[in-house]
């Protein structure tokens, strides 16, 4: 690598370390690591680096926060406030946004960076999901990821609560509502959370210990295991030319990679200094200290909880009274639904995918999402059935900017949430047929190559020419989906497995999952080319 | 001439004109205190002219839906009682004279026959009908005396279940919205309270006092005008537009970056 001798005291302390624990081969093992090159595969890294500027401002506050609960009379440089009876928590918060040098910006920086950590995590999940990357043997790691995305909300959830203004004291007031209304347990986690009623001198050292300590400490170790398994495993790779299941073709980690990675995370950082710098996130001093009897127009949590408020908000009134209890449907149905239908979708579609197709072999090369209509199109009604809940979570803004009747906004979400998502499903699903049907159509026929040419007998055809070869190869990467070889109906009878109702049930499911609905005709293998030559081809098409 | 200097040192004198004066204070205050006030003090205090040119307007401009007495019609509200800060709130923000029947009349630009003058005469016309509260003093709503911190604890308490923490507004039922208080004047702000258009409520004295209501004012104006600490405020109408700007700005543009870096290979190939 380099041309002159390695100076003496270089030399000399590498090959001590190397004699010692074998750093070298290590390294030189792990340096060149080779990682594949897409863009999509940098989404997870907006997650990665958002939390390590989560760590470095999020230290920095713990510097000034203080999460009391005890009034305190504010005098810092904030007039509209001055003098008024608030909590610690709350007063800290100001101190850090006034009086603290670089606090604001930090505060900023904190809350810009946590909505991109979760933003961050969700476009990386989807992506995971519509390449069917979390396939074996990477099951795992897409679970460490699904436990991931939940503890992530409830960090979130806890720092919005820190600093006691009165939009995160209505969020915590919700928070408690759910608590609450959870059958028989519901009041002893209540009194737990808060030790005692509501609100209680306790809560906010709690969810202080909880936001900086625990969550933290498990994000971090499941985000190593995270990294060390993608390492281990490899990462997967677009299909395309000489990639194979067995290979990685791309740049190595050292130093192509890491150059990537290293300007990728000053992009991140420059994203959420340039957001903090610029835009305002979180401005507590103008909601005021949290007063159980205030409510504010426009009470809205952070985006992450938006699904969870749309949920709440489209719900209509049902409770059902079983002897003498009061089961409060419209809180526990909206709370726990929606989140337990995403949660252990995401977690459990790896095993329910292998369980219909039957396929058990190792993936490494990634799926485009229209070679899996149905589960493409399964993710689109996911991705339609989660925005709106999400949407109608902020229906009193839009219904006031836009000037809808806010009833208008809620019956529109009530039919959307069922509606959209099977529209989505047929929609996306026609989609990818059809995509896939123009990938066959190119490998068939050739790109049309905006050549006009005039036939002997005077017809004008364009010429097609066969597409370049790592465009062809990307879109020869199509595999059929595996299904379950059920037995031809009416003959033979039907292995073990697939007897039963359920069993019936699988093998009809697979049979539609899987399979190839569009043929790529391989044309090619015979007439190598459709060359401007070969244009009776066209002619007789 | 004589006479009258002698007049003047004459000893029931001092009397006369301490009489004299503290007419003029009673009258003073009778016009500007808040209260309910009857027609004869209209009249007593010499707005009789306002009251038949503010008459004369009515009739021409508000007389279709509201009534040739101000009795109320099918189209309008009866008026009687309503008070001379409900016009001035009504007219002077624009909602009235109404144009179209709809959830809520909305603030528009004044029509150019709308002047301060005009708009004290159809208040005193419709004070002289039945009372009600009258138009506040210049001092009674001087932001610059009220105590903004005091303002914002009853602003919170009163007000933002319906105008959100900064007055940004909000929807209501029925296709109703509290609007946003970013252009009601402090002699608006004031009548708004104390009158309640349509779907607000009326916060009379008792409920909140008038320097209390001063307070308010004083947060209200002191809040708008001032510069966001954080940057660029993004409507503050809080999460919903910050989560837009962390999809749009923070994903949108780090998914550029992403493209523009993985593409960069391809080039140096
Ligand atoms: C492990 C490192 C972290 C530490 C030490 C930390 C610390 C803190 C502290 C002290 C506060 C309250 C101070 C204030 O806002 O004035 C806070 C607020 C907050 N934290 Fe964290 N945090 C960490 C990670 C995270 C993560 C991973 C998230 C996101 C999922 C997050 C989301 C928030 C939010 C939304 C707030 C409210 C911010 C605001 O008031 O504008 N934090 N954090």
Request: hydrophobic residues 45%.
């Amino acid at each position: 690598m380099s041309t002159g001798p390695v100076p003496k005291p270089i030399a000399g302390t590498s090959s001590f370390i190397d004699d010692r624990i074998g750093a070298g081969n290590f390294l030189k093992r792990n340096l060149r690591k080779i990682f594949p090159d897409h863009w999509s595969f940098l989404l997870g890294e907006i997650a990665l680096y958002s939390f390590i500027i989560l760590l470095l401002t999020g230290t920095f506050l713990t510097f000034w926060y203080k999460p009391g609960m005890n009034h305190v009379v504010y005098d810092g440089s904030y007039e509209p406030l001055k003098g008024i009876l608030m909590s610690e928590a709350y007063a800290s918060s100001l101190n850090i946004s006034f009086d603290v040098r670089g606090g604001l910006l930090m505060r900023q920086m904190h809350h810009w960076a946590a909505l991109l950590f979760i933003a961050g995590m969700m476009v990386h999940m989807l992506r995971v999901f519509f390449t069917g990357a979390y396939r074996k043997p990477r099951e795992l790691n897409w679970i460490i990821g699904v436990l991931l995305l939940t503890l992530a909300l409830a960090e979130g959830l806890t720092g919005y609560s820190l600093p006691d203004d009165l939009l995160s004291g209505a969020g915590l007031r919700i928070t408690q509502g759910v608590a609450i209304s959870l059958p028989l347990v519901g009041t002893y986690v209540s009194f737990f959370l808060f030790g005692g009623e509501y609100p209680g001198e306790d809560v906010m050292a709690r969810f202080y210990s909880l936001h900086i300590l625990l969550i933290p400490g498990i994000l971090l170790a499941l985000i190593s295991a995270h990294m060390i398994l993608m390492w281990v495993q490899k990462h997967t790779q677009m299909p395309g030319k000489g990639r194979t299941n067995k290979n990685v073709v791309g740049a190595p980690f050292y130093p192509a990679f890491m150059a990537k990675a290293g300007a990728y995370f000053l992009f991140t950082f420059a994203v959420i200094a340039g957001l903090a710098t610029f835009a305002q996130i979180n401005p507590i001093w103008a909601f005021g200290p949290y007063t159980p009897a205030d409510i504010s127009a426009g009470s809205q949590p952070d985006f992450y909880m938006g699904f969870l408020e749309g949920s709440l908000r489209i719900m209509p009134a049902w409770e059902i009274n079983v002897l003498g209890y009061t089961l409060p449907l419209s809180v526990i149905i909206p709370a726990l639904v929606p989140m337990g239908i995403i949660m252990t979708g995401l977690a459990l579609y790896p095993f329910l995918e292998q369980w219909v197709t039957g396929d058990r072999r190792e993936h490494h090369i990634a799926d485009r999402p229209r070679n899996n209509p149905h589960r493409t199109a399964i993710g689109m009604s996911a991705i339609t059935f989660y925005g709106v809940l999400w949407l109608l979570g902020a229906n009193d803004e839009l219904s006031a900017f836009f000037h809808i009747s806010l009833y208008t906004t809620t019956w529109f979400g009530r039919i959307a949430v069922f509606l959209g998502p099977a529209l989505a499903y047929a929609i996306t699903y026609r989609m990818c047929l059809g995509l896939q049907r123009n990938d066959a159509a190119i490998l068939g026929h050739g790109v049309e190559s905006g050549v006009i040419k005039r036939l002997p007998h005077g017809e004008f055809i364009e010429v097609h020419v066969p597409p370049a070869d790592d465009i062809a190869a990307h879109m020869r990467g199509k595999e059929a989906i595996p299904t379950i070889a059920a037995a031809p109906d009416g003959e033979g009878i039907p292995p073990k497995g697939l007897r039963g109702p359920i069993g019936r049930l699988r093998a009809k499911m697979s049979e539609t999952y899987g399979g190839e609905k569009i043929p790529i005709e391989e044309h090619h293998e015979e007439h190598p080319a459709i060359s401007p030559a070969d244009d009776d081809k066209s002619l007789t098409r | 001439m004589n006479r009258i200097t002698a007049g003047r040192r004459h000893p029931l004198a001092r009397y006369a004109v301490l009489l004299f004066a503290l007419t003029l204070l009673g009258g003073v205050y009778t016009l500007t205190a808040p209260g309910n006030q009857s027609a004869d003090a209209a009249i007593a205090s010499g707005k009789v002219d306002d009251v038949a040119e503010g008459k004369k307007l009515f009739e021409k401009t508000c007389s279709s839906c509201h009534g040739p007495q101000a009795q109320g019609t099918e189209n309008g509200p009866t008026l009687v009682g309503v008070g001379a800060a409900a016009v001035d709130f009504q007219v002077s923000s624009g909602r009235m004279p109404a144009a179209n029947p709809g959830a809520q009349a909305p603030r528009k630009p004044l029509a150019p026959w709308v002047t301060p003058k005009r708009i004290d005469q159809l208040a005193a016309y419709v004070q002289s009908l039945g009372g009600g509260p009258t138009v506040p003093s210049k001092e009674q709503v001087d932001p610059a005396l009220g105590n903004e911190a005091k303002g914002g604890e009853l602003f919170r308490a009163n007000c933002i279940s319906c105008h959100n923490w900064v007055g940004a507004g909000g929807a209501l039922t029925e296709g109703k919205y509290a609007p946003n208080l970013n252009e009601a004047s402090p002699t608006q702000i004031y009548a708004a309270m104390v009158t309640g258009p349509q779907a607000m409520p009326v916060f009379n004295d008792s409920i909140i006092t008038p320097e209390q209501k001063r307070d308010m004012i004083a947060y209200i104006v002191g809040v708008r005008e001032q510069k966001d600490p954080g940057g660029f405020g993004l409507g503050r109408i809080g999460p919903v537009t910050e989560g837009l700007v962390a999809w749009i700005v923070g994903i949108g543009g780090m998914a550029l970056a992403a493209i523009w870096i993985t593409a960069k290979r391809r080039q140096a190939k």
